[in-house]
C-alpha cells in the first residue's frame, strides 16, 4: 500500500511564503514521478507541478510558473512545494500525487496512480 502525506499548510497574507512537504511511503519501489495538484473552493482540481524521478526535469502551470518551485529528496522519499508571492487566488486544497507513468509535460490527473489527502493553504489580501 503506497501513502501519501501532505504537510506545510495554513494560512498567510498576501505576498507570504509558504513550503508544503509530501512523504511518499513506498521504498521498496523506484522513485515515483511526483506532482502538486490544487483545487479552489467551487472550481475544478487543477495541475500545480510535476517533477520527475530524478527531480532533473520540472515543469509548472503558468498560473504559478515563476513562483512556485518543486523539489525531492529521494533519500527521504518527499517532495517539496516552495510558495512565494503568494496571491489570494493562491487560496486551495493542495495535493501531492505520485505517479508510475514516465515523464512528460502532462498535467493530466490520469497519469497519477496515488493520492494525499489534501492539506488547507489560504491566503488573505
Known amino acids: 500500500q503506497v501513502q501519501v502525506d501532505e504537510s506545510g499548510g495554513g494560512s498567510v497574507q498576501a505576498g507570504d511564503s509558504l513550503r508544503l512537504s509530501c512523504v511518499v511511503s513506498d521504498r521498496t519501489s523506484m522513485p515515483y514521478r511526483m506532482g502538486w495538484f490544487r483545487q479552489a473552493p467551487g472550481k475544478e482540481r487543477e495541475f500545480v507541478a510535476t517533477i520527475s524521478r530524478s527531480g532533473v526535469s520540472t515543469y509548472y502551470a503558468d498560473s504559478v510558473k515563476g513562483r512556485f518551485t518543486i523539489s525531492r529528496d529521494n533519500g527521504k522519499n518527499t517532495v517539496h512545494l516552495q510558495m512565494n508571492s503568494l496571491k489570494p487566488e493562491d487560496t486551495a486544497v493542495y495535493y501531492c500525487?505520485?505517479?508510475?507513468?514516465?515523464?512528460?509535460?502532462?498535467?493530466?490527473?490520469?497519469?497519477?496512480?496515488?493520492w494525499g489527502q489534501g492539506i488547507q493553504v489560504t491566503v488573505s489580501s
Open positions: 500525487a505520485a505517479s508510475r507513468a514516465a515523464w512528460s509535460t502532462s498535467g493530466a490527473e490520469a497519469l497519477y496512480d496515488y
